[in-house]
């Protein structure tokens, strides 16, 4: 719905502009109606240009659509396609321009003869372009991350969705899309080759006996990864006291999981560790403070 809006406003004020500079044009005489008994026009140029352009645009899409229908499991082959798909879509301007230039009665072997000048030029003008298509091909061909992998860049944590020429878009677990420049992915963080590790810190009282607790929770956690063996890859791992807190001890535990389930692992352990904590007679302390007064 916003894609139309914005499609119909466009609309609008380029008909507006186109408006302005006509009137602008009669106006000031620049512009008059016997100019325009003069044009004429080659509807069979029009009709060929026309039949180009959809020819084209058909062709591309089709090869897009039947790029679609493969559901590969390999990221590696899942990126290829991505990026090929997305060439074609330049592919389909750049013939577009040329061909049609051709049945204009433009030489074209007379531009390209004059594409090192032109080259020049958009070299200095686009660099940033030009920075995105050869990094993302580097990352291409070096194997750096595909689609479907779950990396992080700049703090942004998601699964990457599409890698264009010169794009690559990252979805977070809230759907929210980041679309980097491919130039900018630097500092990748790639957390799909290995399992991640969810961590939970949980607080205890300072009078609470520590060797009856911690002889209690080797079956805890047990407990635990029985009860969510779709989440954790194994059971949960008590790594001892943590810190000293002001107001508690507070005790860390580990668990292996995919980096899909980072958070949701995090949340699940924090729940039934509260719960196996109470179950085991230790109630997590609140914050509190402790006054002494002399007499």
Request: proline share 3%; net charge positive; with cysteine.
């Amino acid at each position: 719905m916003k894609k139309s809006k914005n499609a119909v406003i466009r609309l609008i004020v380029c008909v507006a502009v186109l408006a302005v500079l006509f009137l602008a044009g009669i106006l000031t005489k620049t512009v008059g109606w016997e100019q325009f008994k003069r044009i004429t026009v080659d509807f069979s140029v029009l009709w060929k240009l026309l039949l180009m352009i959809f020819f084209v645009l058909t062709v591309e899409s089709l090869l897009v659509m039947l790029l679609g229908l493969p559901k590969p499991k390999s990221h590696r082959a899942r990126s290829i396609l991505s990026i090929v798909s997305s060439l074609l879509k330049y592919v389909a301007v750049i013939v577009i321009l040329c061909w049609g230039l051709s049945i204009l009665g433009v030489n074209v072997s007379t531009i390209v003869a004059s594409v090192g000048i032109i080259a020049l030029i958009v070299g200095f003008s686009a660099e940033s372009l030009i920075a995105d298509v050869v990094t993302g091909a580097f990352m291409l061909f070096e194997n750096q991350y595909n689609v479907g992998d779950i990396v992080e860049v700049d703090g942004f944590r998601g699964t990457v969705t599409n890698i264009g020429i010169r794009t690559t878009s990252i979805t977070d677990p809230g759907d929210n899309v980041k679309i980097v420049n491919n130039s900018a992915m630097r500092n990748i963080l790639n957390r799909s080759d290995r399992l991640s590790r969810s961590i939970s810190d949980i607080s205890i009282p300072y009078g609470t006996d520590l060797e009856k607790l911690e002889a209690g929770i080797p079956g805890l956690m047990q407990r635990i990864y029985e009860a969510h063996p779709d989440v954790m890859k194994e059971a949960p791992r008590y790594l001892g006291v943590q810190a000293l807190a002001d107001s508690a001890v507070v005790l860390r535990f580990l668990v292996n999981v995919e980096e899909k389930d980072i958070y949701s692992a995090a949340r699940t352990l924090n729940h039934d560790l509260l719960l196996g904590f109470r179950k085991l007679g230790v109630e997590c302390p609140f914050p509190q403070v402790d006054v002494h007064m002399d007499k």
